[in-house]
C-alpha cells in the first residue's frame, strides 16, 4: 500500500541544514562549470585591459560580464549592440539635460529625483533585459558623477570615458561568447525542458519496468526539482521567439516544471506497482519521449489520451502525472488547426517596450518605490557630505533589476553577499592579499578567484543566486574602481557602508513601508490572474482590428507576467514564519496546483479570441458567434466565481459552462451540411471541450 506524505519544507536545524542545503546548490551539474569559465574570463579580460590601459568605470563592464544574458550568437550580438546603443542614448540625454539644470540647485536635484525615476521604469518596462541593464548602469555611474563638485570639462570627458568603457565591456564580453558559442550550440529553453522530460522518462521506465530507480537519475530529478523554473523562463522572457510561441511555451515551461515536482515526490514515496500500473507507467514514459523528440526537433506535440480516469491504488500520483502530461500538447491547442498558419496580422513588431507597459500600475508602483528608496540615499550622502557611500544609489538601481517579484530571502541573500563580498572578500584582500601583490598578473589571480567564486554562486538556483551577485558588486566596487590596488581602508568602508544603505533603502521601501506579506500578495495575484482571464474571455471590447489587437496584446502580456509574479512569490511564502504559516502553505500548494491549469486556459483562450475578432480564416457565421459569444460570457462569469470562492465570498447558483457548450456544439451541428465537416468549425468544438475541462479541472482544485 502506497504511504503518501504531504512534503513540505524541512524545518531549520542549524548547522547540518545550511551543510546540507549548500551541498544541494553547489553541486556541479551540465555546463554550471562552462557558464562560470565564460563569465570569469570575460571580466578578467575587461579588468586587465581597463587597468593597462586606465579606462574609468573598468568595474562596470565586469559586472556587464556577469549579469548579461548568455542565448545564441545572434543573441550576444544583439545584447552587445543593445547595450552600446542604449549607453550612448543615455550619455546624449544627461549632456543635453544637465546644460538646463546644472546652475540652479533646486532644479538639479528635481533633475536627479526624474532621472531615477526614470531609470527606475526603465527596469521594469523595458521588454529587452539588456537595455534595463544598460540604463541601469549608466545611471548608477553619471547621477554621482555629475553631482561632485568638478569642472563641466571633467564632466563631460568622464561621461565620455564611460561610453568607452562599455565600448570596451560589450566588444570583450560578446567576443568571449561568440568563441564559447561555437562549441555549444543549442536552444536554452528548449534543451533544458528536454533534459527534465529525459529524466522524468527515465524514472517512470524504472518503475514501469519493475526495477530499483537508478541512484543517478533520482539525484537528478532532485536536482532538478531544486533548480526549478525561474532560470528557464528568465531565458524564455529573453529569448527572440515570437509572442505567440513564447506564450505557448511558457506553459510547457510551467507544465514540465510541475511534472519535475510531482516526479521528484514519487521518489520519497514507497509503493508496489501492479501489472495495469506497469503499462500505464510504460505507456506515460512513450508519452514523454515522444514529446520530447518532437519538442527537441521543433515540431508540435500531438494529442495525448489516458485510458484510466482514476488514481491507481499501488502508485500514488500516477493519475495527477497522466494529466499534467495530457496537458502539454493543450499548450499547443491553436497549432493543431490548419488556419493557425494562414494568420498574418497576429504576429506584433518588435518593440523595446513591454506591451504593458503604460496600461498597467504596476510599473509606475515600482518606478515610485525604488525612484523614494534611491532619493532617500541621495539625500543622505549628500546631507552628511559623505560622498564616499555613494554607491547606496548604485546599490539602489542595480538592485532593481532583481526587485521585480522579490520576496524577504532575496532581501537577506543581498545584505549578507554585499557583507561577505564587502567586508570579508573586498576588505580581507586588502588586508591580507594586496600588500604582497606587485603586479597586475597577481591582481589578476585575486580577480579570476573572486569572480569564479561569485559566478559559482550566480549559478545556483534563485534561492542563492543574488548571493553571488552581490559579492561581486561589492568587490569590484572596492578593487577594480581605481587604476590601483587598494590599500585604503577608509575607501572600502565607505563603498560598503554605502552599499548596506542602498539594501536598507530598498528593504524599507520594498518590504516594510510599500511592501505586504509574500502570502497575501500571492494570494491577491492569483485572484487578479482569475479576473484579468475571465476580463480576457470578453474581448475584443472594441470592434476596430487595430485597437482589439493592441489590448489583446497587452492584456495577454499582463496576464503572462503575472503567471510568472505568481511562481516567484510562492517561493517567498517558504521563508515567511507567523502563526498562518500552515494556512500559507496551504495556499502555496493549491495555487502550484493551479498555475499549469491556469497557463494552459491562457493559451486556449489565446486561440478562441481569433475567432470572436474574425481575424481572416476564422470568420463564423452569425448564429455560431451567437452562441460563442454566450459560451465565453459564461467562461468568464466562471472565473469570477471561482475568484469570489478563492477570496471567501459566497457564490450564486449559475448556469453549467457544458450547457452552454452543447447548445454551441448543437448550433454547429445544425449549421453545417450532415457528415460535412469544416477545419475552423472542429477547431472551435474542440477549444470549447477543452475549455471546459480546463475549468472544470480549475474548479476542483479551488
Not at 557611500?389 to 521585480?404: H, K
Not at 492584456?555 to 521563508?575: C, F, H, M, P, S
Not at 470562492?645 to 457544458?658: D, H, K, M, P, S
Request: with cysteine; hydrophobic share 45%.
Amino acid at each position: 500500500m502506497a504511504t503518501v506524505a504531504q512534503t513540505l519544507p524541512r524545518p531549520f536545524s542549524g548547522l547540518p541544514w545550511l551543510r546540507a542545503f549548500l551541498q544541494e546548490e553547489l553541486a556541479p551539474y551540465p555546463g554550471r562549470t562552462a557558464m562560470v569559465a565564460r563569465m570569469t574570463l570575460a571580466a578578467t579580460l575587461i579588468m586587465i585591459i581597463g587597468m593597462t590601459f586606465r579606462i574609468p568605470y573598468t568595474w562596470q563592464g565586469a559586472i556587464y560580464a556577469l549579469i548579461v544574458s548568455r542565448e545564441n550568437a545572434q543573441a550576444t550580438l544583439k545584447s552587445a549592440a543593445t547595450i552600446f546603443l542604449v549607453t550612448g542614448i543615455g550619455a546624449i540625454y544627461f549632456l543635453t539635460t544637465i546644460r538646463l539644470v546644472i546652475n540652479d540647485p533646486l532644479l538639479h536635484f528635481l533633475w536627479v529625483i526624474g532621472t531615477l525615476f526614470l531609470a527606475f521604469y526603465a527596469v521594469s518596462a523595458l521588454k529587452d533585459y539588456t537595455a534595463a541593464v544598460a540604463f541601469v548602469n549608466l545611471n548608477a555611474l553619471a547621477v554621482p558623477l555629475w553631482d561632485g563638485h568638478l569642472p563641466a570639462e571633467i564632466n563631460v570627458e568622464n561621461t565620455l570615458w564611460l561610453c568607452l568603457a562599455v565600448l570596451v565591456a560589450v566588444v570583450v564580453t560578446g567576443a568571449v561568447e561568440l568563441a564559447f558559442q561555437r562549441v555549444r550550440p543549442g536552444d536554452e529553453v528548449i534543451l533544458p525542458i528536454g533534459d527534465r522530460l529525459f529524466a522524468v522518462t527515465n524514472l517512470l521506465t524504472c518503475y514501469a519496468e519493475g526495477r530499483a530507480v537508478d541512484p543517478a537519475t533520482q539525484k537528478q530529478i532532485l536536482r532538478l526539482e531544486t533548480l526549478g523554473t525561474s532560470l528557464l523562463r528568465r531565458s524564455l522572457r529573453r529569448s527572440n521567439y515570437s509572442s505567440e510561441y513564447s506564450v505557448e511555451m511558457g506553459g510547457v515551461t510551467a507544465l514540465v516544471g510541475r511534472l519535475v515536482d510531482l516526479a521528484a515526490a514519487l521518489t520519497h514515496l514507497e509503493f508496489e506497482a501492479s501489472g495495469g500500473d506497469h503499462k500505464r507507467l510504460q505507456y506515460l514514459a512513450s508519452a514523454l519521449a515522444s514529446i520530447r523528440n518532437e519538442l527537441l526537433n521543433r515540431k508540435i506535440p500531438g494529442p495525448l489520451q489516458f485510458n484510466s480516469d482514476e488514481e491507481s491504488a499501488g502508485v500514488p500520483l500516477l493519475r495527477e502525472i497522466e494529466h499534467t502530461v495530457s496537458l502539454i500538447p493543450q499548450a499547443f491547442a491553436s497549432r493543431h488547426t490548419p488556419e493557425y498558419l494562414s494568420l498574418v496580422d497576429d504576429i506584433p513588431r518588435p518593440s523595446l517596450f513591454v506591451r504593458d507597459a503604460f496600461t498597467n500600475p504596476d510599473h509606475l508602483r515600482f518606478a515610485l518605490k525604488g525612484c523614494l528608496a534611491a532619493s532617500i540615499c541621495y539625500v543622505i550622502y549628500n546631507a552628511t557630505d559623505w560622498p564616499g557611500i555613494s554607491t547606496s544609489v548604485t546599490t539602489c538601481l542595480l538592485t532593481a533589476l532583481s526587485t521585480i517579484g522579490s520576496s524577504h530571502q532575496k532581501q537577506l541573500l543581498r545584505i549578507l553577499g554585499a557583507a561577505f563580498g564587502g567586508f570579508v572578500l573586498g576588505m580581507g584582500s586588502q588586508i591580507f592579499i594586496l600588500p604582497y601583490l606587485d603586479s597586475i598578473g597577481g591582481f589578476a589571480l585575486l580577480v579570476v578567484a573572486v569572480t569564479a567564486f561569485s559566478a559559482w554562486f550566480m549559478t545556483s538556483s534563485p534561492r542563492l543566486s543574488y548571493f553571488g551577485v552581490q559579492i561581486a558588486v561589492a568587490f569590484y566596487l572596492i578593487n577594480v574602481s581605481e587604476f590601483k590596488m587598494q590599500t585604503s581602508l577608509e575607501v572600502g568602508r565607505d563603498r560598503v557602508v554605502g552599499i548596506l544603505l542602498g539594501l536598507f533603502a530598498m528593504w524599507l521601501i520594498f518590504d516594510k513601508l510599500w511592501g505586504v506579506p509574500a502570502a497575501r500578495e500571492l494570494k491577491e495575484t492569483f485572484i487578479s490572474n482569475l479576473r484579468l482571464l475571465a476580463q480576457f474571455a470578453r474581448e475584443p471590447a472594441s470592434k476596430d482590428l487595430k485597437t482589439a489587437t493592441g489590448r489583446r496584446f497587452a492584456l495577454g502580456e499582463t496576464i503572462n507576467t503575472n503567471l510568472d509574479k505568481v511562481r516567484a512569490l510562492a517561493d517567498g511564502v517558504l521563508l515567511e514564519f507567523g502563526h498562518s504559516r500552515t494556512e500559507d502553505l496551504a495556499l502555496r500548494t493549491l495555487v502550484r496546483r493551479a498555475q499549469p491549469q491556469m497557463r494552459v486556459l491562457f493559451i486556449m483562450q489565446i486561440a478562441e479570441w481569433k475567432y470572436r475578432a474574425r481575424l481572416p480564416g476564422f470568420e463564423l457565421p452569425e448564429p455560431i458567434a451567437v452562441q460563442q459569444r454566450e459560451f465565453d460570457d459564461r467562461l468568464a462569469e466562471s472565473l469570477e466565481a471561482i475568484a469570489d470562492r478563492v477570496e471567501g465570498r459566497a457564490t450564486g447558483e449559475q448556469q453549467t459552462l457544458q450547457d452552454v457548450r452543447t447548445r454551441l456544439e448543437r448550433t454547429i451541428q445544425a449549421y453545417r451540411p450532415k457528415g460535412t465537416s469544416e477545419g475552423r468549425f472542429d477547431a472551435l468544438l474542440l477549444l470549447g471541450r477543452k475549455i471546459e475541462s480546463s475549468i472544470l479541472s480549475l474548479t476542483n482544485e479551488i
